[in-house]
């Protein structure tokens, strides 16, 4: 019953310091996402991938990299922290194909001081 | 593009009394509509989704929403809520994939946080 597995949960960053957050999916989906959450705004598409080897920018892309060597993985890497970095990142899946479900992981807060 | 408005941020109601959380949508293509829950530090989960046919769709646990195209809205209500029901809701669009290019991707409304009080 894994679905989408987000890594870490937590974690506080500094200024100009660069983190991986990790994301895996069981279900063999081709689709995968990666949103941030932030209070009174909804959630936003950084970026997206449609299958191994192929991503592409979402709203929100500027000072992340993505990369999709595998069907399972997704991380999403932020080069440069800066605090309007600070937000709720959720990784999500779903099979091809529009309107399809589209499944969440759990979350990672990340704070940037 | 495609734009979602939820037009309550907060909506704070009575345990068994009736509740509408509303939603308008715009696009310029035919849209999927969705409905996720998001319950304290937990990620979202779909509670109901509209692709085509009968306007009115119901999900398991007794919230139904219907798709009005002439007022783009897809207005989530429930006759008689508990305190379970107490999270925050977010109304989504995608557009129908006409074309093979909509690869899925939501566009998120701000939320409404519904709280339930005893």
């Known amino acids: 019953n894994a679905g989408v597995t987000q890594t870490p949960k937590f974690r506080i960053l500094k200024i100009g310091q660069s983190m991986t957050l990790q994301c895996t999916q069981d279900m063999n989906h081709n689709y995968m996402y990666w949103y941030r959450q932030d209070p009174g705004m909804g959630l936003k598409l950084i970026y997206y991938?449609?299958?191994?080897?192929?991503?592409d920018k979402g709203e929100v892309p500027n000072g992340y990299n993505v990369s999709r060597s595998t069907t399972e993985d997704f991380p999403l890497r932020l080069e440069l922290a800066a605090p309007s970095q600070t937000s709720v990142y959720f990784c999500?899946?779903?099979?091809?194909?529009?309107?399809?479900?589209?499944?969440f992981g759990e979350g990672s807060w990340l704070t940037v001081v | 593009a495609q734009s979602v408005t939820q037009l309550d941020s907060q909506v704070p109601v009575f345990e068994e009394a009736p509740v509408e959380l509303r939603c308008n949508y715009s696009?310029?293509?035919?849209?999927?509509l969705f409905w996720y829950v998001q319950y304290p530090n937990q990620g979202l989960q779909l509670l109901l989704k509209?692709?085509?046919?009968?306007?009115l769709v119901e999900s398991i646990n007794g919230f139904e929403a219907e798709f009005n195209k002439s007022q783009t809205s897809f207005h989530l209500r429930k006759p008689s809520v508990h305190i379970s029901d107490t999270a925050e809701y977010f109304c989504a669009v995608s557009d129908s994939g006409a074309g093979g290019t909509s690869y899925g991707k939501l566009t998120f409304g701000q939320g409404t946080i519904l709280t339930v009080h005893p």
């Open positions: 999500a899946s779903s099979y091809a194909g529009s309107g399809n479900t589209i499944y």
């Open positions: 696009s310029s293509v035919s849209v999927y």
């Open positions: 991938s449609v299958g191994a080897g192929i991503t």
């Open positions: 509209y692709l085509s046919g009968s306007t």
